[in-house]
Structure formats: structure tokens, C-alpha cells
């Protein structure tokens, strides 16, 4: 209840700040006073007024608000949004700010613009940021090397303490990242870091060397995000060198861009699971959404379609004893249900760590156990529970009916082993083989457990029911 | 290709390192000089030869390693693993390293170990870490407390930018995170924040009001992580303040562990798709992985038995014109499919963003948009193929079979619209009744979707098949 009444206080706060800054913008001040006023705000408050207030009052922000402190503000809404905004101000104004901005926030952006202003616009980027934004556009975008920023400090490895600081006081008024300073030789091969507290409270007279990690963790821009992602979070470090394949310090991943990037990895997964081929947003056009989920789908026709033939064949089964066929899907739900749950714990524990042969036997057998005793509790459940209508609510007496849940009841424990393997082995399997097994297993996983299930259940149900205990 | 190559090469570093490490620590130098090599390198590398050493071994690098390394190498392994270690040492050994641990680290730490040897130790700590913990403990796991450190600057608003600069100076050496300074007034309130950088490029004689952001971003320790973890996200800051409910500042949330919260709720909203209650790691042990997934399998039992006995209505027509279950298997997972698509692609957009009511119809019909073409499309598909596959390969005749499979395409591009409405309005529903969407939507959303689907195959095939074209 607590927390309900402080959240919403929490939250009545942004609509407050909104409503301060409109209003700020909206009163008749000089410009340099609104200007004084506005930059007490958050960028991220002042980003969230942008889709509130008119065109005419976005204008007006622009001409009054410095160009470094707009683009922190467009570097806080979406791609899309930004471009949008960008296209309401002239080339040089837009130019300015995007030369201003992280350069790989700057990329993302120009990728939503239209490609004759996009020419343009690179064409009148200050040199600096034309050489960043060239440089980070010519890695792809799920390669590490898309992701990280030129905005850091670098400093060389044969300087003292005092002149380390110096070029930090100078290279600060340009670059934010500066918690960690980065560390490369003559020939700006990447040497190591220095700690930023480590330099402040150096005595005088400590050796730089005794500062400088030279094990400090790297990636290398061509390796795919990931390939590294598991690495980027092992090392808890706020920003981590990127080097090309000479060792030449290009730029850094700042913890920022982690965030970022861990969100979108987990969220592709994510989506994945769900057969959709990529994660969807809500502006997304109609076409794109179905781009992303037909393909999934239509793999998984194919199977069903497949499915469906094998279930065909039991079609003797079911005519002589109809009653069965009410519970195929209750069989085929629950396998799906197990199968779905090992597939999730597997690609979770495959993301997380690089497994021995001997955790990943362990992870199979111990998936087999849960299955085997979460199938026994459910097949006696259902054992009982179907036994009863049948026998009662069909009224085809209970013996009947226990002989039926009977078979359900063991059908259900064997689905649901079979199905406990199953979604361990194939994400295993595909992560082997270098396959995403987020999105290889699902539809996989289904169609094999479908069919292990409609199997088990009619052919133990024709071979009990109708074979020896003739109820047919 | 070059980035396999690249990343071979990467990945072969780590065991390089480790293999260095060992070497170092097996060597015969003095203490001193191990010592000195060890702290060349990154605290997560030497964590990573923590569990292929022998008992041994550690307990030298105990006794070689200074407390505040060994505390950053325990904070990068797990807390099983790091309370593990700790149990290997003597007490005040464990009690020190606990002390120099980050707290919040400290407390997942402590929450492994044994109760009579944890409270031994929580004795022993210094008294600031004592205090620390305390407060850290004090806040529910869920709640962004728990995840808060109290390592941080904190300044006076009434300092001159010279005392400033020398009080940042005196705290580095015991707070990690310097990159912002925390400004409060006489009472501890939080007043603000200061960007170290602005701090080291301001000029003499700059007023520390000017450096001073008064509105930065700050949450409420009570709040859960769920509802401020946007904020969080929203506000691209290294680091955010925790104030308790009369706005004293308490600790921050620094980006390290945002990305850890980041991936904690993407990791269990994607276990909650899946069907299991938490995310599950790979040493739990078989009882609790039950426990974590029992509670879905029974509710979706209890719901498989239900729809089993809805299928069960349409006995008479199974027996009357059996071909027609085959392909219920394949209406029942399409329309399933289209439904988790739809439900995962909801659930991303609650999660990122707060939805105005507009948005949430849009979302709805854009959904029954994208199930209506989909399940046009692959309605046809089936259409053709099952009647191919019923006249030909079955030899009932193509009549018969496309009567069949026309009934099949239909059902499916009704099932599939209904799906994705059903997939998009129930999380919907719950996230208003403030109920995770992500745990409770799957199951009811399966449950409907197989109602809607067998009930529209079966009674369109009772109406045509059977009632209008008597292929019974």
C-alpha cells in the first residue's frame, strides 16, 4: 500500500516537471533567462515535453536552448522521434546538434532520416564527428563495435602523474566519460586503464605504472554483441576499451550502452520464444510486424500439418472409442507446457555460462527428473479427476472410465519425461552448432513433443483399451 | 568468419590469463611479489581460477591478497560461490572482506551463509558496514533499496568549488563511485547532484550553484524495482539516488547494478512466459526447480481438463466424421501461437512505455490486424494442402476433401483473430489491475484461444460437414 502511494508521488513528480517547463517555455522572458531556467531540467524531462508541446514551441526550444545541451535531449527520446524534431530545424542547426551527440546515438539517428537531408546532413557534420560517425556506421549493427562511443579520455603510458591529470582537465570539457582514462602507446596500441579515483588520490611521486591496469578488459569491434556480452558483464566495469585487429584503441562501451545492449539481447530472446524473428515496437507498420511473425508461423504449419498426419493414422483408434480424443489436447498442452519451461531454463543457463560436458549431462538429467516427478504428481491428478467424469458425467461407469485416465495418466508421465529431455537436448544441440537455439528450438521442441504425445497416448490407448480390454 | 577467428582469439585470452594467474600463485616467490603480479590483474579473472584451484591454494591467496582485492574478486563471483569461500576462511578474515564488500553485494552474501556463522560475522563487521548492511537488509528484495549501494560522494550545497574538490578528494579513496557527487543540505536532504567533470573544468570563482543540477533524477527505496526500473532507464545516469520517504539520501543505484536489474526483470518476465514462477539457476537443486514450475503446470492442468471436457461436447461429431480430430491439434496451435506473439509483443510495449488509451486500442486492432492477414494466409495454405491430403493420400475424394479444409481454413483465420485480440486485451487487463501481465496472462490466454478454436472447428464442421453437406 506504501508503495503504491509513494510511487504515484513519485511519478506525479515528471507531469509536475512538465508542466514547470512548459511553462517556463511558454513565458515571455528573455531568452537567456528561459535558457538559465530550462537548464536546471533533466534532459529526460525536457525530452518528455517535446511530443506535448507544437511545433511553433519546439522552435522556439531550439533557437533558446545551446546546441550540446539539445543534443543530450534528443539523445534521450527514440530514434525515430529524434529524426522527426531534427527535420523541424534548418541542415546547419540539425548538423550542429548531431555533430554534438554521442556518435553512436548520431548513427541510429541518421538512419531514420530521409536519404537526400541524410547526405546532407553528414556532409555538414564537423570533421571530428564525421570521422566517429563513418567510423561506427562501418561496423554492423550487431557487431560490438556499433555500440560504442568515441567520447573518452585517452592519455599516454610514459606521462607523469601531474601531466595525466593535465591532459584530463583538457580532454573533460569534451568528453564525458572520464571515470576511466585509457591508457596507449606511441603508436596508440591499447596499454591499459587508469581508475580515475586512483589518479585523484595519487600522491605526487607515485609511478603511473603503479596505476595503470594493464589487464584491463577489451573486445575487439568485429566480434558480435553476443559473443561478448557475457564478457562485457562478468567485468563490472563502467566503460570497456573496443580495439580494431591491430589492438588500436578505436573506442569505448560505456556501461550506458551495456545497459542498452543487455535490455535489447534479453529481449530478442525474449521474442523469440514467441516465434517472432525480432523484438516489434509499437509504431511498427503492419507489414513489418508480419514480416517479423510469419515466418515462424509458417514453419510451424509445415509441422502441424505434419502433426495432423500422424494424428491421422490414429484415426481407427478414435473411431471405435471416441470418448479418447477429448483428452489429446489436455496431453499435448501439458508436454508443450514442460517442454517450454526446459527450453527457457536451457537458453537461460546457456546465456549465462560457457558449460562442461559433464553441467550440461547434469542439466539434462536433472530436467528429466522435474519432468518425471512434475508428470507423476499431474498424471495421478488427471488419473483421478478424469476417471471421475468420465465415469460419472459420461456415465460410461467407472470402470471404464479408470482404464481411459488410466492411459492418460502414463501417457501424460512419458510425454512429459520425453518432453523435459527433449527442450534441454535441441537448445543444446543448436547452441553446438553455433544456432541461436532461441530461435531454432521452439517450434522444433513443439512439433517433437506433439508427436511423441499423440503417439504415447493412442497407441497405448488402442493397444489397452481397444486391444486387450476390448472397450471399444 | 573473421569474427569466429576474432573471437577464438579473444575468448583464448581468458584462458590465458587464467593459466598465467596459476602460475603465479603456484610460483615460490615472496608473498610481497605475488602479491604485486595478482594485482595486475582484472578481479574477474582472478575469480575465475577460484573454482579450478584446490582449497589449498585459495587459502594462499587468502593470506597473500590484501582484504579490499579479495572483496572485489568475491563480488564477481556468485553469492553461492562467494559464500563458499568466505566459510573457507577464519572468521574475521570473512568479516572484514564482508566489510570491504559493497553492501548490497555483502547482504546477498550473507544471505547464503549459515545462520549461526552469519550472525557471528554480521558481529564482527566494522561498525559503517554494519550500518550499512542494516539499512540495505532493511528494504525487500524487491524493492530498489535492496539494490542500492552506500558507496558514493556526498557534498554540502554550500561549498565553494576549491572544497568541493578537496572533499571529493578525501572521500575517492574510500567510495568507488566518484562520477557524480551527491549535494545535500544540513540535514542530509537531497538537494542535488554535481557531474565530477563539470567539477574538474569549472574555472576559479565559478559559483558551485551553477554546477549543481537540482532537479536530478532520485527514487524512493520503497518503491519495487518494477515501477521505478523504467525511470531508471529513462534517465541515462551512472548513477541514481535512493531517498527514504523524508528525501535523506540514502545510498545510489549505480549502472552496475542497473544492468543486473535490467536482466533480472527481463530474465523473469521471460521465465514467466514460459510458464515458470522465477528464473531458475543451474545449481538449484530439484525441489525448488519444482516448486518454480509446479504452480503454472497445475493451473494449466486444471485448465487442459477444462477444455478436454468442452471437446468432449463434440463427442458425436468426432464419431460421426473422425478425420476432422486429426487436424484439431493444428488449429489449436496456430491460433496458440498467434496468441503468445501477440501477448509477448504486448508485454515488450507495457514494459517500455505507458500507454495512453488511444495507443492500447491501437495496439489491439493493429494485433487482430496482423492475426487477420496471417491467418488469411496460412488459412489458404492449409485450405490447399489438407485437401489434397484428405482427397488423395486419405482417397476420400477431393470434394470431400476440400469440404474439409475449407472448413479447417476458416476456423483457423477465425481462431487466429480471436487469438491475437485475446493475446493483446488480457495483459492489457491485468497490467491496469496492477497484476504482472508477463505472469498471468499465459495460461488463460491458451485456455481461451483452444476453447475458441475447437469450438469454432467443430461446430463449423457439426454445421457444414455434417448438418449441410451429410458427409457423415
Known amino acids: 500500500m506504501e508503495e503504491e502511494l509513494l510511487e504515484d508521488l513519485v511519478l506525479s513528480q515528471k507531469p509536475d516537471y512538465a508542466t514547470e517547463i512548459i511553462g517556463i517555455l511558454r513565458g515571455n522572458e528573455a531568452p537567456r533567462v528561459i535558457a538559465d531556467k530550462l537548464s536546471d531540467y533533466h534532459e529526460a524531462d525536457i525530452a518528455d515535453i517535446l511530443p506535448i508541446i507544437s511545433e511553433q514551441e519546439r522552435k522556439k526550444l531550439y533557437r533558446i536552448v545551446d546546441v550540446s545541451f539539445l543534443s543530450d535531449i534528443l539523445e534521450s527520446v527514440e530514434e525515430e522521434e529524434a529524426s522527426k524534431y531534427l527535420d523541424e530545424m534548418d541542415l546547419r542547426k540539425a548538423a550542429a546538434i548531431l555533430s554534438k551527440m554521442e556518435p553512436d546515438a548520431a548513427v541510429d539517428v541518421l538512419r531514420e532520416i530521409r536519404k537526400e537531408r541524410r547526405l546532407i546532413l553528414i556532409d555538414l557534420l564537423n570533421d571530428e564527428a564525421k570521422k566517429d560517425i563513418a567510423l561506427i556506421a562501418s561496423f554492423d549493427e550487431d557487431e560490438i563495435g556499433s555500440k560504442m562511443t568515441t567520447n573518452y579520455v585517452v592519455i599516454r603510458e610514459n606521462l607523469s602523474i601531474k601531466e595525466a591529470m593535465h591532459s584530463l582537465v583538457d580532454q573533460a570539457a569534451e568528453n564525458d566519460n572520464i571515470s576511466t582514462l585509457f591508457v596507449v602507446d606511441e603508436d596508440g596500441i591499447f596499454y591499459g586503464a587508469v581508475d580515475l579515483k586512483d589518479l585523484i588520490i595519487a600522491r605526487q611521486g607515485t609511478k603511473m605504472d603503479e596505476l595503470i591496469m594493464t589487464s584491463y578488459p577489451y573486445v575487439y569491434g568485429h566480434e558480435t554483441v553476443d559473443d561478448c556480452l557475457e564478457r562485457l558483464r562478468d567485468y563490472n566495469e563502467d566503460s570497456i576499451p573496443v580495439l580494431d585487429n591491430d589492438n588500436t584503441l578505436l573506442g569505448v562501451i560505456t556501461s550506458q550502452s551495456m545497459i542498452q545492449v543487455v535490455d535489447d539481447a534479453m529481449g530478442d530472446d525474449y521474442a523469440k520464444l514467441a516465434g517472432l524473428t525480432a523484438e516489434e515496437d509499437l509504431q511498427e507498420p503492419l507489414g513489418q510486424s508480419m514480416k517479423k511473425r510469419l515466418p515462424w508461423l509458417l514453419i510451424l504449419l509445415a509441422l502441424g500439418l505434419g502433426v495432423s498426419t500422424v494424428v491421422g493414422v490414429f484415426e481407427k483408434v478414435v473411431a471405435e472409442l471416441t470418448i479418447i480424443m477429448a483428452f489429446q489436447s489436455l496431453i ?44 507423476l504428481l499431474l498424471g495421478i491428478i488427471s488419473f483421478i479427476f478424469v476417471g471421475l467424469y468420465i465415469g460419472l458425467v459420461k456415465r460410461r461407469g467407472i470402470a471404464f472410465g479408470y482404464a481411459v485416465s488410466g492411459c492418460i495418466g502414463v501417457s501424460m508421465i512419458v510425454a512429459m519425461v520425453i518432453s523435459a529431455a527433449v527442450g534441454t537436448l535441441i537448445p543444446l544441440l543448436f547452441n553446438r552448432l553455433k544456432v541461436d537455439p532461441a530461435v531454432a528450438s521452439g517450434p522444433l521442441i513443439t512439433t517433437i513433443n506433439d508427436l511423441v504425445a499423440v503417439v504415447t497416448y493412442y497407441s497405448l490407448s488402442g493397444l489397452f483399451l481397444i486391444g486387450i480390454f476390448h472397450l471399444a
Open 332 to 375: 499435448l498442452d501439458m508436454s508443450g507446457n514442460v517442454g517450454t519451461q526446459s527450453l527457457a531454463v536451457t537458453i537461460r543457463v546457456l546465456m549465462d555460462e560457457n558449460l562442461t560436458a559433464k553441467q550440461k549431462f547434469g542439466l539434462v538429467t536433472k530436467e528429466m527428473r522435474v519432468g518425471f516427478f512434475n508428470g
